[in-house]
């Protein structure tokens, strides 16, 4: 059985903190204002963030990683 990189699974993601230096947050907290489990943030704030619950963690990543592709093709025009 072959594995994946990351990378390869979800190239948006990996494009997003590799070459935009942007970061993500997965993740609830209790305490704060946020409900979603997964965001997108860079130096400009949070452009996007998910669902407050989702089925699998893996279901979070591809959600994250479509949502952030569109971003980054609407940002650079890619």
């Known amino acids: 059985m072959s594995q994946q990189s990351f990378a390869a699974k979800y190239p948006?993601?990996?494009r997003w903190v590799d070459e935009h230096?942007?970061?993500?947050?997965i993740g609830?907290?209790?305490d704060g204002p946020l409900t979603s489990f997964v965001?997108?943030?860079?130096?400009g704030g949070m452009p996007w963030e998910g669902q407050d619950e989702y089925?699998?963690?893996d279901?979070?990543?591809?959600d994250?990683?479509?949502n952030i592709g569109v971003?980054?093709?609407d940002l650079y025009g890619e």
Do not use: F
């Open 12 to 14: 948006h993601i990996a």
């Open 21 to 25: 230096q942007g970061w993500i947050e």
């Open 28 to 30: 609830y907290a209790p």
């Open 39 to 43: 965001r997108a943030l860079d130096r």
């Open 55 to 57: 089925e699998s963690l």
């Open 59 to 62: 279901e979070a990543w591809r």
């Open 64 to 66: 994250l990683d479509s």
């Open 71 to 73: 971003y980054l093709k």
